[in-house]
């Protein structure tokens, strides 16, 4: 029962590193997305994807790239990291695109500090 | 705009104490309501959930009720263990809406 998959789950990058968190769902699950975490103000909506080839923003994207090339992957892209990208990230997948009531699981998260 | 408030904290409790965590919402839509927690070093696990009014949403001991006069979905436990501490958030969904909503979530400490 693999769910929702991350990788790596902790990373410290430097001011103008790039790298890319890793997101997989063996589920089938048509919608995926990407929330980060910081203090006091719950999780925030970065990208998401209603299916392969098909992406969005969301509330927060700037300073993020994403592309869906297969239904079970979903990779994020800091291009020039800034310390104000420190953050726990989180990616999600649910069945369908946003029918009422389907549930959003969750990835384990990846604590990304940028110095 | 569609918004949780969740009750501040953190809320620290004595192991068997009854818990109360609330929640209100304000959607421009029909939401479907939801519990998530967060346990030290772990990512997210939904909790609860709820998708129409009057429905009660139960998992682990933990209870809410969907309240749609009052636009509330208060967490409810009434004796909480020691492995309970956690940080709870609140969420809706929109049908049709393409992302959850949070409230900042409420750390709870539950001591011995």
């Known amino acids: 029962n693999a769910g929702v998959t991350q990788t790596p789950k902790f990373q410290v990058l430097k001011t103008g590193q790039s790298m890319t968190l890793q997101c997989a769902q063996d589920?089938?699950?048509?919608?995926m997305s990407w929330y980060r975490q910081d203090p006091g103000m719950g999780l925030r909506l970065i990208h998401y994807?209603?299916?392969?080839?098909?992406?969005d923003q969301g509330e927060v994207p700037n300073g993020y790239n994403v592309s869906r090339s297969t239904t079970e992957d979903f990779p994020l892209r800091l291009l020039s990291a800034a310390p104000s990208q420190t953050s726990v990230y989180f990616c999600?997948?649910?069945?369908?695109?946003?029918?009422?009531?389907?549930?959003?699981?969750f990835g384990e998260g990846s604590w990304l500090t940028v110095v | 705009g569609d918004s949780v408030t969740q009750m501040e904290g953190p809320v620290t409790l004595s192991e068997e104490a009854f818990l109360t965590i609330n929640c209100t919402y304000t959607?421009?839509?029909?939401?479907?309501l939801f519990w998530y927690v967060q346990y030290p070093g772990e990512g997210l696990q939904l909790l609860l959930k709820a998708t129409k009014a009057d429905d009660k949403g139960s998992n682990k001991g933990f209870e809410a009720t969907y309240r749609k006069e009052t636009t509330s979905f208060h967490l409810e436990k009434g004796s909480v263990q020691v492995s309970d501490s956690a940080v709870y958030f609140c969420?809706?969904?929109?049908?049709?809406?393409?992302?959850?909503?949070f409230g900042q979530g409420t750390r709870l400490t539950i001591n011995p």
């Open positions: 969420a809706l969904r929109i049908q049709g809406a393409q992302k959850l909503v």
């Open positions: 999600a997948s649910s069945q369908g695109t946003g029918g009422f009531g389907n549930t959003i699981y």
């Open positions: 589920m089938n699950h048509e919608y």
């Open positions: 994807s209603v299916g392969a080839g098909i992406t």
């Open positions: 959607a421009t839509g029909y939401p479907s």
